[in-house]
């Protein structure tokens, strides 16, 4: 995908060209003069300034909800019926064509990711680590993998979170600023809320709210251009200490910048026992379906 910011680039190189075409005319009408024309021109200005998304996973945290199993392992190695709980997000992300996939993992089992996940070549992707010291907060990651994003724009799921849903829609019409998905849910508390109009643009973002006034919680899947690293290290730590993501989604919707997409298939945020024994069962199920429609 491109950015306007690049059309100047294009133009400065079209303008060279009618120069070129001016002072050498009979060079110019050669075949092969041309083919060499449009070879720098695909070079400089369509490969050197593409921008493309890239993933993040975050599998950091300690676990603490799912104490005792967490002492042992990290909560996203733990199994989801026959995959540990980090294939999930590892799909979804190439399953929309992101490919280029860092994966930000807490110290104390960074080896087993790696020994679990390798380069990230069986998955048809390319895998890099990064460590995340201690949890600060889901914005954090940004800032973390800077160096990875670099020009690019980004997307990153929870390392607890399960969805079955398709995001490749969303990946390919993303054209910068920031997209937040959400889905209805029974307990929002639990949850970052969004509250928007009849016109499906966010008018409030809350954190974990006592009382929420809206029942749509924000899933653990963000995209956002690569702005959110500035953004991120201008968060201040909220009362809890960690460097909200909700705070980012506010200052996306501060410069009218963030837009908002509705969840249709499952979303379960893996993280207690309830809803990590009810993604156990609903992969099960498609599983075993799946399984019968085959046979």
Request: glycine share 8%; proline share 4%; with cysteine.
């Given at each position: ?7 100047y680039?294009?133009?400065?190189f ?27 021109f ?6 050197h ?6 993933g ?10 799912l ?8 909560k ?15 799909e979804?992300?190439?399953?929309a ?16 990711f ?31 993998g ?31 600023g ?9 307990d ?10 009849e016109?499906?643009?966010?008018t ?14 924000i899933?653990g ?6 702005s ?8 201040k ?21 963030l ?5 249709e ?5 893996t ?16 599983e075993l ?7």
């Amino acid at each position: 995908m491109f950015r306007i910011q690049y059309v100047y680039s294009s133009l400065i190189f079209v303008t060279m060209l009618g120069k070129a075409m001016k002072f050498f005319p009979h060079l110019c009408r050669l075949p092969h003069v041309y083919l060499a024309i449009l070879g720098i021109f695909f070079r400089v200005v369509v490969v050197h300034n593409t921008i493309i998304m890239k993933g993040i996973i975050l599998a950091g945290g300690t676990g603490s909800r799912l104490f005792p199993l967490t002492k042992a392992t990290s909560k996203q190695l733990l199994p989801i019926y026959n995959k540990p709980m980090i294939y999930y997000p590892i799909e979804t992300l190439i399953a929309a064509g992101i490919t280029e996939i860092l994966i930000i993992v807490a110290p104390d089992y960074a080896g087993d990711f790696l020994r679990l996940l390798g380069s990230g070549r069986q998955f048809g992707a390319k895998f890099t680590y990064e460590i995340q010291d201690e949890p600060k907060g889901l914005a954090e990651a940004f800032i973390i993998g800077e160096t990875f994003i670099g020009a690019d724009d980004v997307c990153m799921v929870l390392g607890d979170n399960y969805f079955d849903e398709d995001f490749s829609a969303y990946v390919q019409t993303f054209t910068g600023g920031g997209r937040i998905f959400c889905k209805e849910v029974p307990d929002p508390e639990r949850y970052g809320i969004a509250t928007f109009n009849e016109q499906g643009e966010v008018t409030r973002i809350e954190e974990k709210p006592k009382n929420p006034d809206s029942s749509f919680a924000i899933a653990g899947i963000y995209m956002f251009d690569n702005s959110c690293i500035d953004k991120a290290k201008q968060v201040k730590p909220s009362a809890r200490g960690e460097i909200e993501i909700t705070e980012i989604h506010q200052q996306y919707m501060d410069e009218g910048s963030l837009d908002i997409a509705f969840i249709e298939g499952a979303w379960l945020d893996t993280g207690t026992f309830e809803t990590w024994f009810e993604a156990t069962a609903y992969v099960r199920e498609k599983e075993l379906s799946s399984k019968k429609l085959r046979s």
